[in-house]
Nanobody, 123 residues
Framework: QVQLVESGGGLVQAGGSLRLSCAAS????????MGWFRQAPGKEREFVAS????????YYADSVKGRFTISRDNAKNTVDLQMNSVKPEDTAVYYC????????????????WGQGAQVTVSS
């Protein structure tokens, strides 16, 4: 079992920056690939970014590529999402997720989920 807790959400103006963090506890963090997903009201949950166990491989949705950066610190059991140049369409609840083995972009592959953090971008 892996427990995930997101933090860092809030209200930010368009063009600004926000950093989300996800703290993991339970099993060995470095055994898991990590992902960030988001869900806006009335929409399906969608992939944002993922990272493999070592941090050596990262993947991004086209909509956030070049603006968001995912990183992890296996010594601290954390994975972060740095969000720059945010847009109103980035408004959503952001979820941290974990899965054993390699990172993927499909939310159905992830086993453990956090409770979510609200991010609201004002125009």
């Amino acid at each position: 079992q892996v427990q995930l807790v997101e933090s860092g959400g809030g209200l930010v103006q368009a063009g600004g920056s926000l950093r989300l963090s996800c703290a993991a506890s339970g099993r060995t963090f470095s055994n898991y690939a990590m992902g960030w997903f988001r869900q806006a009201p009335g929409k399906e949950r969608e992939f944002v970014a993922s990272i493999n166990w070592s941090g050596g491989s990262t993947y991004y949705a086209d909509s956030v590529k070049g603006r968001f950066t995912i990183s992890r610190d296996n010594a601290k059991n954390t994975v972060d999402l740095q969000m720059n140049s945010v847009k109103p369409e980035d408004t959503a609840v952001y979820y941290c997720a974990a899965r054993p083995s390699r990172a993927t972009t499909n939310y159905g592959d992830y086993i453990y989920w956090g409770q979510g953090a609200q991010v609201t971008v004002s125009s």
